[in-house]
């Protein structure tokens, strides 16, 4: 199964990637978690992202583009994979398709969430996320067992840039701009689901997993 996952920025793609991946064994691949690995290791590339990443703006495509093409080429993508943040516009779409196609490869489903944009707001101020281990909590939903402390590893818990109010509005208007246009992108191809993500993370799986199911039986 071959799927990607659109949808604004706090709609829970992220939580829902780990999930259909470990149940259906695919390989999750997440352009935030590619690029923040650049930006710890420091390399070229990360560095150019982090200043696009702390303003709450889109990454450069050549640099997102190069981290996904290097990752699809890995063998644990070879049984198939959950797109996690990318593409975030129509020439990144066209770009992957190009990639796929080389590889013999097509995607089978498109799922875009949909949550009120008061509740992505309060879902993404809220969130403290671990720079050590990347585990994430929430102030109101998920809280860590002590206050500001990492359960997983200890450290302390922080509130990323790119989470803090001001960030959070314009990272929405960047998608509205540019990414939106992705829905129109899938749906002419006939590849688009929509999906009402407001609901608890089990109750989004659920629907989730019967949107996949016919593709994981094919």
């Known amino acids: 199964?071959?799927?990607?996952?659109?949808?604004?920025?706090?709609?829970?793609?992220?939580?829902?990637?780990?999930?259909?991946?470990?149940?259906?064994?695919?390989?999750?691949?997440?352009t935030g978690d590619l690029l923040r690995e650049a930006?710890?290791?420091?390399?070229?590339?990360?560095?150019?992202?982090?200043?696009?990443?702390?303003?709450?703006?889109?990454?450069p495509?050549?640099?997102?583009?190069?981290?996904?093409?290097?990752?699809?080429?890995?063998?644990?993508?070879?049984?198939?994979?959950?797109l996690d943040g990318f593409p975030r516009t129509a020439p990144q779409a066209e770009d992957l398709g190009t990639v796929l196609m080389s590889k013999a490869m097509a995607l089978d489903r498109v799922v875009n969430f949909q949550v009120p944009r008061e509740d992505v707001v309060r879902r993404l101020s809220g969130r403290r996320s671990c720079l050590k281990c990347q585990a994430t909590f929430h102030v109101g939903f998920a809280k860590p067992k002590a206050d500001g402390i990492c359960d997983r590893c200890g450290e302390l818990l922080v509130q990323r840039s790119d989470d803090q109010r001001e960030a959070i509005e314009t990272r929405l208007k960047v998608y509205d701009e540019q990414?939106?246009?992705?829905?129109r992108y899938y749906d002419e191809r006939q590849l688009l689901s929509s999906l009402d993500a407001s609901g608890s993370v089990d109750e989004v799986f659920q629907h989730l997993s019967r949107v996949l199911t016919p593709y994981q039986m094919r």
């Open 1 to 30: 199964m071959r799927v990607v996952f659109l949808g604004a920025p706090g709609v829970g793609k992220g939580t829902q990637a780990d999930r259909i991946a470990a149940q259906y064994r695919l390989a999750k691949i997440s």
């Open 39 to 59: 930006v710890r290791a420091r390399t070229l590339l990360g560095l150019e992202a982090k200043s696009y990443m702390d303003q709450g703006k889109l990454v």
């Open 61 to 82: 495509d050549a640099v997102v583009i190069g981290l996904v093409r290097e990752k699809l080429a890995d063998p644990s993508c070879a049984a198939g994979f959950v």
């Open 179 to 183: 990414t939106a246009s992705l829905v």
